[in-house]
């Protein structure tokens, strides 16, 4: 089980996203445990302060060091492991699948989310493990990016989908986008469903997909394919569709 603890000061944003659908269940199932966490509650001061006007002047607020500091204490003492500690930061390095895959090996995690202008520079010197954006823009504050983690993370958990095997499917997970999908009815206004799908050909039906997945990823997210676990016969499938597509092998990012 992986427990995401979750430090925030508006923990009832989290509320209907994690009650539906594959991560209601993987909580029922006792596969992942959320501790939402109101940072206010650290406060010491009638008015439940977390945020503070910055030294040196600027505009807006920063997050207060105290309040955050107790939280984070608090949960590691009652914790089992060592929880392995995130911040929600659009400094951070850009999450990713890979990324998902290795934290669904911890046991505990903490994910702080930021607000105002951000954080007291001493709670990244001696609270933080790593800093973690889901994309170069900003946001009112770290909740929305905290959901998108928990939620990339919580399937790569084995036993929180109903079937292991789709996310393999998956795009990204195998380092390429995923293949074109299909399903009922076999004809929609002139379009159809491509015809290798309804041969039962299992083999046929694999090479297809394959074949489809590097054609999508070459064309929409060619960088993709320099770091991708290519074997021989991908190759080969790549040299088919550069002359189905017409495309020039010199002018793609990588080379084999």
Same mark, same amino acid.
């Given at each position: 089980?992986?427990?995401?603890?979750?430090?925030?000061?508006?923990? *009832?944003?989290? /509320?209907?996203?994690?009650? *539906?659908?594959?991560?209601?269940?993987?909580?029922?199932?006792?596969?992942?445990?959320?501790?939402?966490?109101?940072?206010?509650?650290?406060?010491?001061?009638?008015? +439940?302060?977390?945020?503070?006007?910055?030294?040196?002047?600027?505009?807006?607020?920063?997050?207060? /060091?105290?309040?955050?500091?107790?939280?984070?204490?608090?949960?590691?003492?009652?914790?089992?492991?060592?929880?392995?500690?995130?911040?929600?930061?659009?400094?951070?390095?850009?999450?990713?699948?890979?990324?998902?895959?290795?934290?669904?090996?911890?046991?505990?995690?903490?994910?702080?989310?930021?607000?105002?202008?951000?954080?007291?520079?001493?709670?990244?010197?001696?609270?933080?493990?790593?800093?973690?954006?889901?994309?170069?823009?900003?946001?009112?504050?770290?909740?929305?990016?905290?959901?998108?983690?928990?939620?990339?993370?919580?399937?790569?958990?084995?036993?929180?989908?109903?079937?292991?095997?789709?996310?393999?499917?998956?795009?990204?997970?195998?380092?390429?986008?995923?293949?074109?999908?299909?399903?009922?009815?076999?004809?929609?206004?002139?379009?159809?469903?491509?015809?290798?799908?309804?041969?039962?050909?299992?083999?046929?039906?694999?090479?297809?997909? +394959?074949?489809?997945?590097?054609? +999508?990823?070459?064309?929409?997210?060619?960088?993709?394919?320099? *770091?991708?676990?290519?074997?021989?016969?991908?190759?080969?499938?790549?040299?088919?569709?550069?002359?189905?597509?017409?495309?020039?092998? *010199?002018?793609?990012?990588? +080379?084999?």
């Amino acid at each position: 089980m992986v427990t995401f603890h979750i430090l925030s000061i508006f923990p *009832e944003m989290f /509320v209907g996203v994690f009650q *539906e659908s594959i991560l209601k269940r993987a909580q029922e199932k006792g596969l992942i445990k959320i501790n939402l966490v109101n940072i206010r509650n650290y406060a010491t001061d009638k008015h +439940r302060t977390t945020d503070d006007y910055p030294y040196g002047g600027g505009p807006g607020m920063i997050m207060k /060091v105290e309040p955050i500091f107790r939280a984070f204490y608090d949960i590691t003492a009652k914790a089992k492991t060592k929880p392995h500690r995130i911040f929600m930061s659009p400094q951070g390095k850009t999450f990713n699948q890979k990324k998902a895959i290795e934290l669904a090996e911890k046991k505990e995690i903490i994910i702080l989310c930021g607000r105002y202008e951000g954080i007291d520079e001493r709670i990244r010197e001696e609270l933080i493990d790593e800093e973690i954006s889901i994309g170069d823009y900003v946001l009112t504050g770290g909740e929305l990016p905290a959901m998108v983690v928990v939620d990339a993370v919580s399937r790569m958990i084995p036993g929180v989908l109903g079937d292991e095997s789709s996310k393999e499917d998956d795009s990204f997970y195998c380092g390429l986008l995923g293949y074109p999908q299909y399903t009922r009815p076999r004809e929609f206004q002139g379009k159809k469903v491509p015809d290798v799908l309804l041969t039962g050909n299992h083999a046929l039906i694999e090479r297809w997909r +394959r074949k489809e997945a590097l054609r +999508r990823t070459l064309l929409r997210r060619p960088d993709l394919l320099v *770091e991708a676990d290519l074997t021989e016969e991908d190759y080969k499938l790549l040299e088919e569709i550069y002359n189905e597509e017409g495309i020039d092998e *010199e002018k793609i990012p990588f +080379r084999y």
